[in-house]
């Protein structure tokens, strides 16, 4: 027994070095972060249970790995700490009660709440209020100069403005975290995509590339930012007592900091702010992990004190992992609308941010490839916000038995030969409306919100009037009668009558939602917007020319060449006489001088701190938006307020867009 556990301790030391390595010399990562923290913890668990089997270079007793040679290496005048972890509530408290019984005091803490960003550690040194150098955390020890690089984030003072007020200290270091915001990671990568060169996996990785880029010309093309959170030495001025008004003294010497910093007076504000900012973290700008709390007062943190290789006054909560590890079982081929083939990969099921996924998007066969993607594959797993998982790439290390991924001979639906591009990319079901996949597609567009807008026809719904032949095209939605849908599975008599009601409700509708409706390649709402707006009628729309298509706005020559083609094929004529015929009525509406509120759609949930709910609805009203009281998939936004409901689940599975009371007084104050 003791020999097996010597060997876990020393296959778990090197693994976890090795990671360590990765993540903090070379900036990259080979397993995400859950798959970290559980053998770390597993080493933590054996090493205290077994003292004597503890390896001299455990990843437990320092920080990140050596640093490489590349840059400078420099020693920190003072050393740079992490932080411990708590995962729930009970590590919380226990964290709580230890700080008391060191304090001696039954009384509530006061505490600096921070968001934990997801980024790299700097520390700068200026002299005289210049800046002098600037430093990566490396082992905590001995850091590399990233000076240059440092230089080149935009919103890093390099001189410091001192007043009569605020005197500059002769030596300041700060510490913070270097990050990119979600918005310059996508454009980053799909800068990356369009030149074939490799993509980040996450925004964490891009900013660690970014700053080992020994040419600082290329990091300053990568949008950086900053953000900063502690001072780590400071000669001849004396800091403020605590430390939120220490950041607020750097706020004032010019340094960027947090402002959704908090300072709170115990341990269960400290548990509000960790929700108010999980509600929000989809919605921030940039990712974090977790929020930190720290005691605020200096005079206690000094008598707290440091464990070895963190303080013992700080603690990060962290957030449920937002990338995980699973085996990819298979890869499925759906239908879409238009005919082409997308792959989906199926999971062995992993919970991802607090939710059970089995499946996740491969987008095309280009990804795929690029990413190398195989059956059998074990691959991370990413899900950030509501969007659908999607693969981020393959553990290579892990690769066993693995099988190439084709694209299909054959219409997985419809059986129809598939037809391939020359470059062998992409597929397409050449069966048009014969593939059942394909027409069931289209006539969920059709009934779409931001199409006819037809309450109560789910796919589910949809593809049991196509299965029983109620419906042969999409026009004979207008044709069917209460009678001929009541006997379907799970369609009650009122059920049936409100699809019924729905569907005439939508005769009368917009002349540009009707276009959108006809599923045009290519044609979104925005472009059959300006369609309607130039032609008006639909005789004009018929009748439309090359030339003319091509002077409108946003239509080139593909889309004007999509358009020209579908209104040339005698079904989709027939399909439109039919519409008409059966009473659709799509008029040409005026734009409206409205606010961007107008007819959105608002749901408060939650106890709001600075607005009742009745001021709250009639400011949105005034604006008019409309506040209903339960959430459904016309909801626009949920604004939540704290202790908030079950519609909070409901809004975050539909994928509405949620506001926190702060990001909802911004919006009133916007556009009032
Ligand atoms: S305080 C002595 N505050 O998290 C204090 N760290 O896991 C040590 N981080 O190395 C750090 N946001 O890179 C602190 N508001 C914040 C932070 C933060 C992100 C990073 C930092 C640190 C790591 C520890």
Redesign the pocket.
Known sequence: MPKKIAERVIYLTEILNRYDHQYHVLGEQEVPDSEYDKLYKELKEIEKKYPEFKKADSPSSK?GGQPQDKFKSIKHINR????N?AFSNEDLKNFDSRLKNIVKSDEDLEYTC?????????NLRYENGELKYALT?GDGVIGEDITLNVRTIKNIPFTLQGNKKIIIPSTIEI???IFMTKQHFEQLNDHARSHNEKEFANPRNAAAGSMRQLDPQITAKRNLSV?F??VGDVWDVDLPDTHYETLQYLKKLGFPI?PK?KLVNNLEKCQHYYQEIGIIREQLPYE?????Y?INSHAMQKKIG?VAK??RW?I?HKYPAEEVMTILKEVEFQVSRTGILTPVARLEPVSVGGVTVSNATLHNMDEILRKDIRINDTVIIRRAGDVIPKVVEVVLNKRKNSKKIFLPDKCPVCGTKTHKDDNIVAAYCTAGMQCKAQQQESISHFVSRKAMDIEGLSKKTVSQLVDTKIIKEIADLYSIEVEDIINLERMGEKSASNLINSIKKSKKTTLARFIFALGIKDVGDVIAKKIAEHFKTIPKILSAKYEELVGIEDIGEVVANNILQFFSNQRNLDSINKFLKLGVKPQYEQAQNNTELSNKNFVITGTLNKYSRETAKTALEGLGANVTSSVTKKTDFLVVGVSPGSKFNKAKNLGIQILSEDEFIMFIEQYS
């Not at 740079?80 to 932080?83: Q, T, V």
């Not at 921070?114 to 700097?122: N, R």
């Not at 974090?288 to 930190?292: E, K, P, S, T």
């Open positions: 920080i740079m700490y992490s932080l972890n921070e968001p934990k960003l997801d980024g790299i550690a700097v955390r510490r913070g975290e953000f959170y502690s947090n910093n974090i992990d977790g929020v930190v720290k440091y963190a303080p700080a990060a």
